[in-house]
């Protein structure tokens, strides 16, 4: 049983020394990177920090010759009534030139440090974002892997400079050491082991706290998160209305506050061990330090060495064992940024499904739309958002959705745009799965402006043109979209007109009304003059009636030729497309015009009625 103990204890070990040097592995692609990121500023500082590492050993070994020739000369003067200071003062001017280089190199390094650290923050920023245009919309919004982005960016951007910058004050301070040790050691060779053994126990302590501290940070993730948001609902302007008008700012701050109470409670815990092991355990090297003091003061004291010498002794076995403890503490430094940037290679190397469609045409473009069985189920939802979905919408009809909210209605439109795939059947485009088409050419056919499209806080210009980017900052273009979608009344009524600044984040921003904004976003719809497939869903909500079906009326003549997708809860408009279909809980109930369905005095038939009971 006891040999059994035993062997599960070294296997436990064996397993920490394993995991301990195995984190260590993104130690090298740190480098890389800011390697690549400024080769210039990596070899200036690497040079730089053998400079700073090899000076002190030179200042400590001249300034003992300086004590060493001061002691001569004096008893020159005594003996003989005279003596020349040219030795001390040269001894002296070397010393002043050794400083200086020191300190040169120091601020050096300070600098590329600095240029680095913003040059790479850029860098890697840069990557995360980049990588986030590679997701897929599911992963966005899967909560973990939410969780996973912000922990990169939140940490990531700084870390890899630290480790960079730990690595070269490994390399700084192990040249100090073997040059302290290379003097060291003709006093004794005991000394030079005394000094490296004194610092471990500070050293295993900090990288078990260093692992405590980045599990304590990985499983908070979430509510850092829900701190992020409360701060964003408490302090923008989109959400100012609603809490001041429900008076939710002092519940929303209180549990903020519940928040960081808990998570400081876990740090002060965290903190108050690593100080406390740090303090009991630091002081192991105090009591080195000093009997290393004793040991060497006695040794002159004996004249086996000079006063010089001892002199020296101390500063190095002083300077050895502050290099020894900023190695040890630097790589447990390592050891935590490691930790901290797997986040974000385990985010940068996030698998990104393959997009193969390279079609840009199909072949039967009078076909339209098709959705042949198409099934579709949120990740981790418990039922299909849709369920057996069949639909042809041929080229030049107008397609109404009609159904209760979460129904599938924009799911299905998510579908058709591919920003999901269905788990089963599947959607065509003039005759062509939609996954073998390219994403570029098929996105370019579609026009779509969502129930929640984006209010962004650009010139009007830019939010009409946002609708195709090839010609963001084309004014013929925006302002031939803002013709077709209405807004050109808007743009005229403002003070800069297109060049005007929208929302309240930016200096001379103007805030626009609900069916104003949905008057743009139409517009940025028709910035895609390829797009034979228009889909608006819902955008029309924040207008009144009448002015839905006039926006309505005027889609439907410049939509002739096209494919024209609505979704609308009004049913004045919905009875303007030539097919309507009811969806409910994800199945399509009823299908055909508005006559049709009112014939068949269904679920289409009822809800009409009920609306229209409202206006009488």
Request: hydrophobic share 45%.
């Amino acid at each position: 049983m006891a040999a059994h103990s035993g062997m599960t204890q070294n296997t436990g070990t064996a397993e920490t020394i394993r995991g301990f040097l195995g984190v260590f592995r993104y130690s090298r692609r740190a480098v890389e990177l800011v390697w690549t990121t400024s080769r210039g500023l990596t070899i200036a500082l690497g040079i730089l920090t053998v400079l700073a590492g090899v000076l002190p050993a030179a200042m400590a070994w001249v300034g003992a010759l300086i004590i060493d020739a001061v002691i001569e000369t004096a008893q020159q003067m005594q003996a003989a009534g005279e003596a020349s200071l040219t030795r001390v003062f040269t001894l002296v001017a070397i010393e002043g030139l050794i400083v200086a280089a020191l300190a040169g190199a120091q601020r050096g390094i300070s600098m590329c440090q600095s240029l680095l650290r913003a040059l790479l923050g850029q860098r890697v920023n840069v990557m995360i974002l980049e990588k986030a245009l590679t997701l897929e919309l599911s992963q966005f919004e899967d909560s973990e892997f939410y969780d996973k982005l912000i922990r990169a960016r939140r940490e990531a951007s700084s870390r890899p400079l630290s480790l960079v910058t730990r690595t070269f004050g490994l390399a700084q301070n192990g040249v100090s050491l073997v040059s302290y040790g290379f003097l060291l050691v003709q006093f004794s060779p005991w000394a030079v082991v005394v000094l490296m053994i004194a610092g471990l126990p500070s050293f295993f302590a900090e990288a078990k706290f260093s692992g405590d501290a980045f599990r304590l940070f990985r499983w908070r993730s979430p509510e850092s998160r829900m701190q992020m948001y409360l701060e964003t609902v408490l302090a923008r302007e989109d959400h100012a209305k609603e809490v001041k008008l429900f008076g939710l700012g002092h519940l929303l701050l209180d549990r903020y506050g519940d928040i960081f109470r808990k998570l400081y409670k876990e740090d002060r815990a965290l903190t108050i061990r690593r100080d406390t092991w740090g303090f009991g355990l630091g002081l192991i090297g105090t009591v080195t330090l000093y009997a290393a003091y004793a040991w060497i003061a006695a040794t002159a004291v004996a004249g086996r060495i000079t006063i010089g010498q001892m002199s020296m002794y101390l500063m190095l076995f002083r300077q050895g064992q502050a290099a020894v403890s900023a190695i040890l503490s630097a790589i447990g430094g390592m050891y935590e940024d490691n930790l901290y940037l797997s986040t974000l290679y385990e985010y940068l190397e996030t698998p990104v499904a393959s997009r193969q469609g390279q079609t840009t045409r199909g072949p039967s473009p009078d076909d339209g739309i098709r959705f042949e069985g198409v099934t579709f189920t949120y990740p981790g939802a418990p039922r299909p958002a849709l369920k057996d979905i069949d639909l042809h919408i041929r080229p030049g009809e107008s397609l109404a959705l009609v159904g209760e909210n979460g129904s599938g209605k924009t799911t299905l439109i998510k579908l058709l745009t591919r920003l999901y795939s269905p788990d089963r059947g599947r959607i065509l485009l003039d005759g062509l799965d939609l996954v073998d088409w390219d994403e570029h050419a098929l996105r370019q056919r579609i026009g779509v402006i969502f129930q929640d499209f984006t209010r962004y806080q650009l010139m009007v210009g830019e939010n009409i043109g946002a609708g195709d980017v090839r010609y963001l900052e084309d004014a013929t273009r925006w302002q031939d979209a803002a013709d077709m979608g209405m807004a050109t009344p808007i743009v005229e009524d403002l003070p800069a007109g297109f060049e005007t600044q929208l929302g309240k984040w930016f200096k001379d921003g103007q805030e626009l009304s609900g069916g104003q904004w949905q008057k743009v976003a139409l517009s940025r719809a028709f910035m895609r003059t390829e797009a034979d497939v228009l889909v608006l869903d819902e955008p029309t909500a924040a207008m009144d009636a009448a002015a839905e079906a006039t926006v309505f009326e005027h889609f439907r003549k410049l939509t002739e030729n096209r494919i024209a997708i609505l979704i609308s809860h009004r049913f004045s408009t919905v009875r303007m497309a030539d097919q309507i279909v009811v969806v409910q809980d994800g199945h399509i109930i009823e299908h055909g015009s508005h006559e049709q369905l009112i014939g068949l005095n269904g679920h289409y038939a009822h809800l009409f009625h009920l609306q229209a009971a409202g206006y009488r």
